[in-house]
């Protein structure tokens, strides 16, 4: 579920909501912010769905206030890490700032550097709020000319939708690097070939899109050159497809993740392990994160990341008995790092488990696997498009 509502910021006071609060306070635990060609945007992470109102505050230079956009989110609460202020200063948002402005209210500050339009979205699966805003080329007028201005009519269009037009995957490792092995010494780059090939075929079958394996026989590719290519080929997502292992025989499940930081250690252990055959160390790759983020991919991102993990889990879960959900996890994946389209690295079971790396070896559990991420690929593609008519 998404709803879009439109404001214009001006000297007037607007005031929209969402109903349909969850029961029980929702949490939000994180604030971001993203930049790109004169927009940026500010995405709340929250617990469930919430009420909300948006507000404009005016310029108050009497008092030092700066033009305000806030937003309270009612039914909610703040948590710890949330609290601390983020400095942007960007030219258009000074910097957001967020309290637990009463026990059933926290207000999110956005202090603004210039006037702006902006809207604010809902997006699910996760929940998040995000606000967007767009600079106003006539930022420099006079305030007394602002005053002047009628809020403008927002007429809301109904695009064409496209669909996904073409897919990169790319089957992990390769050639001189086999990545993990598994039990009975099966390797993971045979395994996440089979899968690739497998759901190449039936991305093509049954929703007619074109699919571009960044190996598609035994060879060695660098990881800068499979998020290349992908960028090369104008695609709409790129999925890069592993398995998982760990020293620990016990260990099992699925996880997805997308690019970002974290503190999680077993998260950086995780990419740790898939960059070793690159050049740059997880702390590269932390100063060149800002490429994904300024393209502002990774709302997409992460949508995409709950639709293969939800899928994978639910089908192969009907097929074969329980599945040990990870969940969706965030990490510096080399592989990751320049996408300019959604891109997710897909962890499908430890092939260090027995049963599961026996499994993976067989074609019908892999049959099984190919099923979901395209189920999930359908779902994000569905998604997509109900987006793309509000």
Do not use: C
């Amino acid at each position: 579920m998404r709803a879009r509502i439109f404001y214009w910021l001006a000297p007037t006071l607007w005031v929209m909501s969402l109903a349909g609060a969850a029961n029980g306070a929702a949490l939000l635990s994180q604030i971001r912010y993203a930049t790109s060609d004169g927009s940026t945007k500010v995405t709340m992470d929250l617990s469930s769905e919430i009420r909300y109102e948006a507000h404009v505050l005016p310029e108050e230079p009497a008092k030092g206030f700066p033009l305000r956009i806030y937003v309270d989110l009612i039914g909610s609460r703040l948590a710890a890490e949330a609290k601390q202020p983020i400095a942007v200063e960007n030219g258009l948002v000074r910097r957001v700032r967020a309290a637990q402005f009463t026990p059933e209210i926290v207000r999110v500050v956005l202090d603004m550097a210039s006037p702006a339009s902006y809207r604010t979205s809902i997006l699910s699966d996760p929940y998040r709020l995000v606000v967007e805003i767009q600079g106003q080329e006539n930022a420099s007028a006079s305030p007394a000319a602002e005053k002047k201005k009628t809020p403008p009519v927002v007429a809301k269009t109904k695009p064409q939708v496209a669909g996904l037009r073409k897919i990169v995957i790319d089957p992990g490792h390769g050639g001189r690097d086999p990545g993990a092995i598994g039990v009975d010494g099966i390797a993971e780059k045979d395994i996440v070939l089979a899968v690739a090939r497998k759901l190449a075929f039936k991305l093509k079958k049954e929703m007619g899109i074109e699919v571009v394996l960044t190996r598609a026989d035994d060879s060695f590719v660098d990881l800068k050159d499979r998020t290349a290519m992908a960028n090369a080929e104008q695609a709409d997502l790129f999925i890069s497809l592993h398995v998982n292992a760990s020293p620990n025989p016990a260990a099992r499940g699925l996880e997805t993740y997308y690019l970002d930081n974290t503190t999680d250690e077993a998260a950086n252990r995780m990419a740790a392990r898939e960059n070793s055959v690159a050049r740059s160390s997880v702390t590269d790759i932390q100063f060149i994160l800002s490429d994904m983020i300024q393209n502002l991919k990774l709302e997409d991102s992460i949508t995409l990341a709950h639709r293969l993990q939800s899928s994978v889990v639910s089908e192969v879960g009907r097929r074969y008995g329980e599945v040990r959900d990870l969940g969706v996890k965030k990490a510096l994946f080399y592989v990751l790092v320049g996408a300019r389209m959604p891109s997710v690295l897909v962890e499908m079971f430890f092939v260090t488990h027995r049963s599961e790396g026996r499994a993976l070896a067989r074609e019908a559990y892999q049959d099984a696997i190919v099923d979901a991420l395209l189920e999930g690929i359908k779902k994000y593609q569905e998604g997509a498009q109900v987006v793309k008519n509000l």
